[in-house]
C-alpha cells in the first residue's frame, strides 16, 4: 500500500469515529443559562426568540440532566413550561434512541418530591 493510500485510509477512519461519536452535551453552566433563558418566556411573544435559541441548546443536554430540566418548570408561566416541556421530551427521545438508559432512579426521586410542579 503507498503512502498515499495509507494516509486517506488513516483519515477516513478518524472521520468516521469522530461522525460516529454522539455531540457533547451541553455543560453544566451552559444548560443553567438556557434553562435560565426558557423560564423568562412571557405570552404573546415575550422572549420566544431567545428562547427558540436556548432550546436548541438545552436539547443538546444528555438524558443524565432530565431532573434539572423538569425542576425548571418550577413556578413558572404556562408558555414558559410548554417551552422547557418541549425540550424535555427531544432530550429523552434523544437519549433512549441512542440506546441510552434514562436516569429512572433520579426521575423517580424527581417525581416523588410533591414541591415540583404537578404539570412538569
Given at each position: 500500500?503507498?503512502l498515499?493510500k495509507?494516509?486517506?485510509?488513516?483519515t477516513?477512519?478518524?472521520?468516521a469515529?469522530?461522525?460516529?461519536?454522539p455531540?457533547?452535551?451541553a455543560?453544566?453552566a451552559?444548560?443553567?443559562?438556557?434553562?435560565?433563558?426558557?423560564?423568562?418566556?412571557a405570552?404573546?411573544?415575550g422572549?420566544?426568540?431567545?428562547?427558540?435559541?436556548?432550546?436548541?441548546a438545552?436539547s443538546?443536554a444528555?438524558?443524565?440532566s432530565?431532573?434539572?430540566i423538569?425542576?425548571?418548570?418550577?413556578?413558572?408561566s404556562?408558555?414558559?413550561?410548554?417551552w422547557?416541556?418541549?425540550?424535555?421530551?427531544?432530550?429523552?427521545?434523544?437519549?433512549?434512541?441512542?440506546?441510552q438508559?434514562l436516569?429512572v432512579?433520579?426521575?423517580?426521586?424527581?417525581?416523588?418530591?410533591?414541591?415540583h410542579?404537578?404539570?412538569?
Amino acid at each position: 500500500m503507498s503512502l498515499y493510500k495509507a494516509a486517506c485510509a488513516l483519515t477516513a477512519l478518524v472521520l468516521a469515529i469522530a461522525y460516529s461519536c454522539p455531540a457533547p452535551a451541553a455543560d453544566d453552566a451552559a444548560l443553567a443559562a438556557s434553562l435560565t433563558k426558557l423560564r423568562t418566556v412571557a405570552p404573546l411573544g415575550g422572549g420566544h426568540k431567545e428562547a427558540s435559541a436556548a432550546a436548541k441548546a438545552a436539547s443538546q443536554a444528555d438524558g443524565k440532566s432530565l431532573p434539572q430540566i423538569l425542576a425548571a418548570m418550577d413556578g413558572i408561566s404556562p408558555v414558559a413550561e410548554n417551552w422547557l416541556r418541549g425540550v424535555a421530551e427531544t432530550v429523552a427521545q434523544k437519549t433512549t434512541a441512542a440506546g441510552q438508559a434514562l436516569p429512572v432512579k433520579q426521575l423517580e426521586g424527581f417525581l416523588a418530591d410533591s414541591k415540583h410542579s404537578p404539570r412538569g
